[in-house]
């Protein structure tokens, strides 16, 4: 059995400041974790992703997640936000062996000018 | 790049129709899934499919089914919608389990 906990439905940063969003998950093999970010009455894109080799992920758009065995965590990070990165961000984690994914609930992240 | 069409952006049934949602992927992907979005509730699985013919129950299956009749298409079939059923309908196809999901741009579906 696998599950995410995404920590805070909402977040809220000033442009240029460092965004954080939280995620920990359950999983009762060594999983795979991805994030992924949804605009707008889009579909969900794939952001990065950790498969067991690094455990610090960079991503597209300037993010990165660290894989925590330890804390069971992956949080999503971004040194500085910008306004196009106001979205809502999934966490998933899966079973290698199944290949299919369980999601969080989301995080909407606003970026206030 | 891998592209995953969905038919329609935005359906407006009335309770008790049946109706199909299509899913069309380009790249030979032998997985495909269907989650519905909620809000607040994140992404629900429904079912999915490792290969044609092929289909497998997700977390919440009660009033939908599948068809996969060909690699490239995934079919989600509510047999009689319900106002309940009323969601963002999201598909997605893969290739292996550490590449994750392309998705499609989602339906919109209201049940009147």
């Known amino acids: 059995a696998q599950s995410v906990t995404q920590l805070g439905s909402h977040v809220s940063v000033s442009e240029g400041a460092l965004v954080l969003l939280r995620c920990n998950y359950s999983s009762s093999v060594p999983p795979y974790l991805f994030w992924y970010v949804q605009y707008p009455n889009q579909g969900l894109q794939l952001l990065l992703k950790y498969t067991s080799a690094a455990t610090l992920v960079k991503g597209i758009n300037g993010f990165e997640a660290e894989f925590k065995k330890s804390e069971t965590s992956f949080h999503l990070t971004k040194p500085s936000a910008h306004m196009s990165d106001a979205a809502e961000y999934f966490c998933?984690?899966?079973?290698?062996?199944?290949?299919?994914?369980?999601f969080g609930d989301g995080t909407t992240l606003t970026v206030k000018p | 790049d891998v592209k995953v069409t969905q038919s329609s952006r935005y359906l407006v049934k009335r309770t008790g129709e049946k109706v199909f949602l299509e899913c069309v992927q380009d790249m030979d992907h032998e997985n495909m899934f269907w989650y519905r979005q909620d809000p607040g509730l994140g992404l629900r699985l429904i079912y999915f499919?490792?290969?044609?013919?092929?289909?497998e129950k997700g977390d919440i299956p009660e009033g939908y089914s599948v068809s996969r009749e060909k690699k490239e298409r995934f079919s989600l079939i509510l047999e009689s919608a319900s106002t309940n059923q009323t969601s963002m309908y999201l598909c997605?196809?893969?290739?292996?389990?550490?590449?994750?999901?392309?998705f499609g741009s989602g339906t919109r579906l209201t049940v009147v």
């Open positions: 998933a984690v899966m079973d290698p062996s199944a290949g299919k994914s369980t």
């Open positions: 499919s490792y290969d044609v013919k092929m289909k």
């Open positions: 997605a196809s893969s290739v292996q389990a550490l590449y994750g999901y392309t």
